[in-house]
């Protein structure tokens, strides 16, 4: 075997080897790291249901939030990576679950941005607009709803007022973290006549850009155009020269 012959082995045994480690990242995290144009950016995909405190039967799509809170402080915390992307397709779940992790995505230092895909319906509108900078492809929506409990509900007034503390800890958050006015988000929350069998309404891409809700209709291509900019951002904040080198090219 010739020199070169043996060098596009060993660079096949290792291009390999990393693409096995890659997808076993993938199965175990539900993310990905990729490395290109002179940063290193983490994936992190919400999709399914999120799960909460109760385990969701083995044949529903599932986020778990004990898997995903100490996997962003790895993120915060890991002098490798420079970045996150959030994939969000996601039909809500666990009101505490979701709204924690949209709280731990908001206060990272990291810059991140989100893209909304398919959906980002109930507790996935907070967990969208925790990011930094928020996308929605055009085809994509998103389900405005009142919280609603499961389990037994004791039909007392101090239920209902646990209930009206809930939902505005969820408005707050996301009026405080997009464009959104509460009064608009209100009266999407409060509609009778958008959905048939619940209350609530259900707005496409251009709707929630529209409204302030995300940021920009915009794909993947867009997210991580702004991601890097954010990126070089932080990078001239933390030093200033560094704002005049430019990102190296792969």
């Known amino acids: 075997m010739t020199d070169e012959n043996k060098q596009n082995t060993d660079t096949g045994d290792s291009e390999s080897k990393n693409n096995t480690q890659d997808l076993e990242y993938i199965i175990k995290s539900g993310g990905v790291i990729s490395r290109g144009q002179g940063e290193t950016i983490h994936c992190l995909t919400i999709i399914g249901q999120i799960e909460g405190h109760y385990v969701l039967p083995g044949d529903q799509k599932a986020t778990k939030y004990e898997h995903i809170i100490p996997l962003l402080v790895s993120i915060e915390e890991s002098e490798e990576i420079d970045g996150m992307l959030i994939v969000l397709n996601t039909m809500g779940g666990d009101v505490e679950a979701g709204l924690a992790i949209a709280e731990m995505i908001a206060s990272m230092k990291k810059p991140a941005v989100s893209i909304v895909l398919g959906g980002?319906?109930?507790?996935?509108?907070?967990?969208?607009?925790?990011?930094?900078?928020?996308?929605?492809?055009?085809?994509a929506t998103m389900t405005i709803h009142p919280v609603r409990m499961?389990?037994?509900?004791?039909?007392?007034?101090?239920?209902?007022?646990?209930?009206?503390?809930?939902?505005?800890?969820?408005?707050?958050?996301?009026?405080?973290?997009?464009?959104?006015?509460?009064?608009?988000?209100?009266?999407?929350l409060l509609r009778t006549d958008e959905i048939a069998t619940d209350v609530g309404s259900i707005i496409d891409g251009y709707k929630a850009v529209e409204i302030g809700l995300i940021d920009s209709v915009g794909g993947l291509s867009d997210a991580l155009d702004a991601l890097r900019e954010e990126i070089r951002a932080r990078r001239a904040e933390k030093d200033p020269s560094s704002a005049d080198c430019p990102t190296p090219a792969v």
Not at 120 to 139: N, W
Not at 178 to 187: L, N, P
Request: net charge positive; aromatic share 12%.
């Open 120 to 139: 980002g319906h109930s507790i996935g509108v907070p967990l969208a607009v925790s990011a930094r900078r928020s996308f929605i492809v055009p085809s």
């Open 150 to 188: 499961s389990g037994t509900v004791v039909g007392v007034p101090q239920t209902y007022y646990y209930f009206e503390r809930m939902q505005d800890r969820i408005i707050r958050f996301i009026t405080s973290h997009s464009g959104v006015s509460e009064e608009e988000f209100r009266h999407l």
